[in-house]
């Protein structure tokens, strides 16, 4: 077989770190014992991994109808062979990718001198050590007395991702046994490991695609259109005729998503379903000599992943990160519950509240009308592109109308509309991982790569955004590890990572399951990762920005600055005094600007529910004050549901069992964690105590709920009860 591809490039020396060698070793020392630790785990519940990777045929019930946890082969299948053993789903791995037309540029061994931003940083090393060298002596001088005085590993062993007056924000061992006892490894999921009978051949001259066949087949392809009307725009595609086609068939330009059917002859059925999508130049794009050279922008997006399952479950990655220029910021914290509201602080720079009414997603064309960043960027002459995978979840679409037209030039929806109803979906923890032959995510990820790479001459603003690998199971990311740093290191050897600032990120950690309910859970679910890279022509010309961003990554931030921040990316020869800042936080402002070490959660946005960085002291549950408030929580999450329409279906919550009561510093807050019945539903809410009148207040729609209520929320039709509702 052809060799193993992940090796990185060894850059650690130019690495802009303050970590001392030794330490540095022990922690590989560290990580080695873990991963060893990790093997033998894997090697003793190989058995039971694989029952909890079964797969289910989607029968035309929708996946995410209410169903059991676990679910169960309805009928032998070829997928089943899949998790027999690792070697032979790693060796399928190599071969699919291998055929897989997005790569058809193929990757280069390590060091064969292709010329990549990685390589030719290498050259460039002398500059980056000298920049790494001043930014950490600025940094030590300036404040090296706070610095000593609030390290972020205390020497009884206590670590801290962010240690300031204001902010003491714990960092948990994302190995910690009782993690390691939850977590199963998973292999990369093949979907389909039949050869693919045709591959897409793309033109780097001319930006054109010709489709191979690569046996003697009959083929022909369906074009995939988005179709619906008022209501249904967002959710309604249509597939032209099929239309045959010869060897080497030219994709013409208003092709941007096809089904193609393949046949052997002389059989009449059809042997192979596969479905592509195209990225065309815009025609009428206009290059002009006379503007600046500026960035591109690209958002690379994984739903509900923390810093700490990045580190558990994507080793590879964070090792690729690690070795590379990647900024990260470990203190960022998430601002509101789910995807929509950080989402959208990121998009619109708006507090939930403030982007329903601007943008109201639930009416027709509400969103159209949204001033989303894309807009900023589009008129600045970036070519825009968005995806998002599982369509009845997607972040504008779940509950929502969706766009009334196609938000940017390049839009994935009718693609994934198309394949999950036309190609085989296989489930996977209820959500929809295969479409036909390969992963839904990989639809996502394909296009995103021939959309950067087909624009990487003109400047572009690409969101590119996935939940069908990390959603519902906090294990599953570990499947998709290896070929997200094939996904990379495509970016990189395709030119795009020489002009733009790649911002790969989650919304938030694990909001349900086991992880969740763990001790670690309250920072697991507010701590999502995030990691920025900066093409070097930029580290070179704004070594200040760059710098800062290193200081900021062990501060609090949170999405509004990254809104902030992409604006900063429009101009960023402006002085940061005159950038405009979010209207959901005016006092955020671009990661390109040191964050002020001192800062608060409201500071940068982030709810005091939301918050991660207090520490807590425990109330006894047995105490009168612990149950009281308990009875109040509960009593409150009552009077909601029965307040609101569509929701009337919902059962009354009782106080089951109080898990624990804790104190937020030395404040009136305390977070509980509770069980109601029925349902045992687990909630975990900050109330306010007003010890005087023995009464709390509470801000209902920041309650977290800890289980996964897919199964139990049915009866209710407003997406603001789900949580709460249980029918
Ligand atoms: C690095 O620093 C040294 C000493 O300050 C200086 O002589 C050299 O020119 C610098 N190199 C670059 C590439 O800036
Ligand atoms: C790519 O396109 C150019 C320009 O049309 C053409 O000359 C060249 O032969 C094409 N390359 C391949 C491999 O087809
Ligand atoms: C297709 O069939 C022709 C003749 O039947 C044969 O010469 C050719 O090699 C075949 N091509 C492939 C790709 O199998
Ligand atoms: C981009 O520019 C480079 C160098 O000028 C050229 O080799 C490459 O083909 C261009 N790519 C596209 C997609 O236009
Ligand atoms: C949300 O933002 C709007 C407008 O910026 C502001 O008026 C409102 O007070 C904010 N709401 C919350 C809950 O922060
Ligand atoms: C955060 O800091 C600001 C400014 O120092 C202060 O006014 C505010 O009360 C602080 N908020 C909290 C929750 O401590
Ligand atoms: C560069 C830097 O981190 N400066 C900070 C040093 O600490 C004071 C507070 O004591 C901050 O105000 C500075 O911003």
């Known amino acids: 077989m052809t060799n193993i591809k992940y090796e990185l490039i060894p850059t650690n020396e130019d690495l802009p770190s303050k970590k001392k060698p030794q330490k540095w070793l022990a922690k590989i020392g560290f990580i080695s014992v873990v991963l060893l630790i990790l093997a033998l785990y894997a090697l003793s519940t190989a058995q039971h991994q694989h029952e909890s990777s079964t797969v289910v045929f989607a029968s035309d019930r929708s996946p995410w109808e209410p169903s059991m946890e676990t679910s169960t082969v309805n009928r032998p299948s070829p997928l089943d062979t899949v998790y027999d053993t690792s070697t032979l789903s790693s060796v ?39 920049f790494t060298e001043t930014s950490t002596l600025s940094q030590d001088t300036e404040n090296s007395t706070t610095e000593t005085s ?30 390691l006892s939850i977590y199963r490894k998973h292999h990369y999921i093949v979907c389909d490991g039949s050869r693919d009978m045709i591959t897409v051949n793309f033109n780097e001259t001319d930006s054109t695609y010709r489709l191979h066949q690569n046996e003697n087949s009959t083929c022909c392809f369906k074009q995939i259109l988005r179709a619906g009307v008022s209501t249904k725009a967002d959710h309604q595609y249509k ?42 130049p815009q025609r009428d794009f206009i290059s002009d000599p006379t503007l600046k050279k500026r960035p591109s922008v690209l958002l690379w997006g994984i739903d509900s992943i923390s810093r700490m399952n990045l580190e558990l479950t994507m080793p590879r990655m964070f090792e690729y990160f690690n070795a590379q220029h990647w900024f990260e910021l470990q203190g960022y914290n998430k601002m509101g519950d789910n995807t929509f509201p950080n989402l959208m602080a990121i998009l619109t720079g708006f507090n939930k509240t403030y982007a329903n009414k601007q943008c109201q997603p639930d009416r027709v064309g509400g969103l159209d009308a949204c001033p989303l960043i894309w807009k900023e960027f589009k008129a600045k002459g970036y070519t825009t592109g968005f995806a998002e995978d599982w369509s009845a979840y997607s972040t504008f679409d779940y509950s929502s109308r ?18 999950e109803k036309e190609l085989k979906m296989t ?29 990487r001459n003109r400047t572009f603003f690409g969101m590119f955004w996935t939940n069908t690998f990390s959603h519902n199971d906090f294990s599953m990311p570990s499947a998709m590890d290896e070929k997200m740093v094939k996904y990379m290191r495509t970016l990189d050897k395709n030119g795009v990572m020489d002009n733009t600032i790649i911002i790969f990120f989650s919304d938030h950690g694990s909001r349900f399951g086991p992880l969740r309910q763990l001790d670690s859970g309250f920072v697991e679910e507010r701590l999502p990762f995030i990691y920025i890279r900066v093409p070097r022509w930029i580290r070179e010309k704004y070594p200040k920005l760059l710098h800062n961003l290193q200081v900021n990554r062990n501060r609090l931030t949170s999405p509004y600055d990254i809104h902030a921040t992409l604006r900063h990316i429009l101009e ?42 207090d520490t807590f002291s425990k109330v006894p549950t047995t105490e009168h004050r ?102």
């Not at 390290?151 to 009782?178: D, I, W």
């Not at 969706?402 to 394949?419: C, K, N, Q």
């Not at 002085?575 to 040191?594: D, I, Q």
């Open 92 to 130: 399928k791995v190599t071969e699919s990718y291998k055929n897989s037309y997005f790569t058809a540029v193929t990757e280069p061994e390590s060091g064969n001198g292709i010329s990549t931003e990685e390589q030719t940083e290498k050259s460039a090393k002398v500059l980056v050590e000298n």
């Open 150 to 179: 609030y390290a972020l590993e205390t020497e009884s062993g206590v670590k801290y991702f962010v240690n300031s007056p204001h902010c003491q924000m714990s960092h948990p061992n994302a190995f910690a046994r009782n993690i």
């Open 239 to 280: 597939l032209g005729p099929c239309v045959k086609f010869q060897q080497d068939f030219l994709v013409p330009t208003e092709v941007t998503a096809m089904i193609t059917y393949c046949r052997r002859p002389p059989f009449v059925k059809v042997w192979q379903k596969d479905a592509f999508s195209f990225v065309h």
């Open 402 to 419: 969706g766009f009334l037209h196609p938000p940017t030039d390049v839009y994935g929806r009718p693609l994934i509309l198309a394949v």
């Open 427 to 455: 489930l996977q923890s209820n959500l929809p991982y295969c479409l036909g032959r390969k992963p839904s995510s990989e639809y996502i990820y394909d296009l995103a790569v021939q959309f950067t790479r087909v624009n």
């Open 572 to 613: 960023l020869n402006t002085p940061p005094a005159k950038l405009p800042r979010p209207e959901g936080c005016p006092t955020c402002h671009s990661v390109f600007e040191e964050m002020d070490w001192s800062r608060n959660c409201s500071q940068a946005g982030i709810a005091d529910h939301w918050c991660a960085c």
């Open 626 to 727: 612990a149950r009281s408030m308990s009875t109040q929580l509960v009593e409150a999450i009552n009077r909601f549901t029965a307040g609101i329409r569509g929701a009337e279906r919902c059962r009354r919550l009782k106080v089951d069992r109080i898990s624990s009561v804790q104190r937020r510093g030395i404040s009136d807050q305390y977070i509980i964690q509770l069980t109601v019945q029925p349902g045992s539903a687990i909630f975990e809410a900050t109330v306010k105590w007003d010890a005087s009148a023995g009464m709390i207040s509470i801000w209902v729609p920041s309650i977290s709920r800890l289980d996964s209520y897919f199964a139990m929320s049915h009866c209710s039709s407003v997406k603001e009860t789900k949580k709460f509702c249980i029918c």
